[in-house]
Antibody
């Protein structure tokens, strides 16, 4: 079965770069939409962005161009980098597999367990 | 961006009674291809969100028949016919007709 696992530091200093990796098993990241979603404390869910075809990516404009998602097909992993972080980026970060057709991503059917990242000095 | 508004914020339900959650979108989720890009998730305590319903009314694999979705255009509803302890959690609607993908604020379902 498809499994996703996030990894990365749980604490990042303000103005630095948040880096997370998602390791996928049970499916190849060469197909599908591989996504990052976060859950801000006490709040709802926010789509960060996704990558597909191992190189094409889309991002939420709310990130103000701070996000970058990349893929390493040799390791079946994809990664998120978020630059210039502030306390407002403190959240639980999930990676997820998105399904859809050639036109668009439609929904997320498998999620990682999530990893808490705090931004603090 | 499309704003998804869920009501109520929370719901306390007697076991065996029905529950209903509303989700309204700021724009129609009906695409010219005939699909309506509206989805429902539940997040149970300490877990990741799980897909319940896709394209308004289709139950995802393993989702019991007591859970149903309905609606069209901009107004949607998730119903649980008989709430049990296993249904406790946070319920979210999501749209994917337009970037950025957006979620509703969530509805907390509790047992009385």
């Amino acid at each position: 079965q498809v499994q996703l696992q996030e990894s990365g530091p749980g604490l990042v200093k303000p103005s630095q770069t948040l880096s997370l990796t998602c390791t996928v098993s049970g499916d190849s990241i060469n197909s599908g939409y591989w996504s990052w979603i976060r859950q801000l404390p006490g709040k709802g869910l926010e789509w960060i962005g996704h990558i597909y075809d191992s190189g094409v990516s889309y991002y939420n404009p709310s990130l103000q161009s701070r996000g970058n998602i990349s893929a390493d097909t040799s390791k079946n992993q994809f990664s998120l980098r978020l630059t210039s972080v502030t306390a407002a980026d403190t959240a639980v970060y999930y990676c997820a597999r998105g399904l859809g057709d050639w036109l668009r991503i439609e929904y997320f059917d498998h999620w990682g367990q999530g990893t808490m990242v705090s931004v603090s000095s | 961006e499309i704003v998804m508004t869920q009501t109520p914020l929370s719901l306390s339900v007697t076991p065996g009674q029905p529950a209903s959650i509303s989700c309204k979108s700021s724009q129609s989720l009906l695409h010219r291809n005939g699909k309506t890009y509206l989805y429902w998730y539940v997040q149970k305590s300490g877990q990741s969100p799980q897909l319940l319903i896709y394209e308004v009314s289709n139950r995802f694999s393993g989702v019991p028949a007591k859970i149903s979705g309905s609606g069209s255009g901009t107004d949607f509803t998730l119903r649980i016919s008989r709430v049990e302890a296993e249904d406790v959690g946070l319920y979210y609607c999501m749209q994917s007709i337009q970037f950025p993908l957006t979620f509703g604020g969530g509805t907390k379902v509790e047992i009385k």
